[in-house]
């Protein structure tokens, strides 16, 4: 079974790198399309596959085709793939608010699903919420469901929370790293230097992750760092003065109506 990526960035390479290290057999045969030259002579070189220019190509020579390009130029890439994409293919997409409505008016098969990755999945950490239409025999989408295990946890939802999950997860990474460009920055004002200081903030980012991974609720954890009175209830309450958790609310809901307004006029 040959996998296809139309768009050879960045995502589509971790999904690579995952394929190649985690995937078993003939299932691990990858074919790419990609429109920079130096960019298909990378992944060719790097990762020992096949590239092409042609989107048509690709479609053709493929069971599972990955739409791996941004929304705003998906109208584009979908005219241009539609009449090859016949019903015995697999189509999968990882843009931010293209609906599998919109993808089931466009292409002529029922086997498509749509997935929002995040970027540590270049680690291989990532996090992938797939929504799917009911018409897959279990060794069709285990296969689907399998790619993106490799590059971290999978989570299967309804359509309807996924422009949801494009906020909290998709963007989140951005949204976290923003937080940590913050807690540097506050440490180089309280008299750190930059190296220290990011040494410190991004420890202390990934030991409290994996304390939460462990099983530990951010209120108990929260708890047991705050001690009544101390250094860490003054910066709390700093952030409550400051309007923390109304603030990424209001993030995550701009992120959110972002998504929905991807997707608005295509269905």
Request: aromatic share 0%; charged share 25%.
């Given at each position: 079974m040959k996998t296809g990526f139309i768009g050879g960035g960045n995502m589509a390479e971790a999904l690579i790198k995952g394929i190649r290290g985690q995937v078993s057999g003939d299932?691990?045969?990858?074919f790419v399309s990609e429109p920079k030259e130096d960019r298909r002579h990378y992944l060719e070189k790097t990762y020992n596959i096949k590239t092409t220019e042609s989107n048509k190509q690709l479609v053709s020579s493929c069971d599972i085709i990955i739409l791996a390009v941004k929304p705003q130029i998906m109208d584009m890439v979908i005219e241009e793939i539609g009449e090859a994409v016949t019903e015995d293919k697999t189509v999968v997409s990882i843009a931010a608010g293209i609906t599998l409505a919109y993808l089931q008016s466009k292409l002529?098969?029922?086997?498509?699903?749509?997935?929002?990755?995040?970027?540590?999945?270049?680690v291989q950490e990532g996090m992938s919420v797939m929504s799917l239409c009911e018409c897959f025999s279990d060794r069709d989408i285990d296969f689907v469901r399998e790619i993106f295990m490799s590059i971290g946890e999978?989570?299967?939802?309804p359509e309807k929370y996924m422009n949801a999950v494009t906020a909290v997860s998709g963007s989140g990474p951005a949204f976290i790293a923003y937080f940590i460009e913050a807690m540097i920055e506050g440490g180089i004002n309280a008299g750190l230097n930059k190296d220290d200081a990011f040494t410190l903030a991004v420890q202390t980012a990934v030991g409290t992750a994996q304390l939460l991974d462990s099983g530990l609720s951010?209120?108990?954890l929260r708890e047991m760092v705050t001690s009544p009175g101390g250094t860490t209830?003054?910066?709390?309450r700093a952030f409550e003065e400051k309007g923390f958790k109304e603030t990424v609310s209001f993030v995550i809901e701009a992120a959110k109506n972002r998504a929905d307004e991807l997707g608005k006029g295509r269905d």
């Open positions: 299932r691990r045969e990858i002529n098969t029922k086997k498509l699903v749509r997935i929002m990755p995040n970027t540590p999945a270049l999978v989570m299967t939802l951010p209120s108990k209830a003054a910066g709390l």
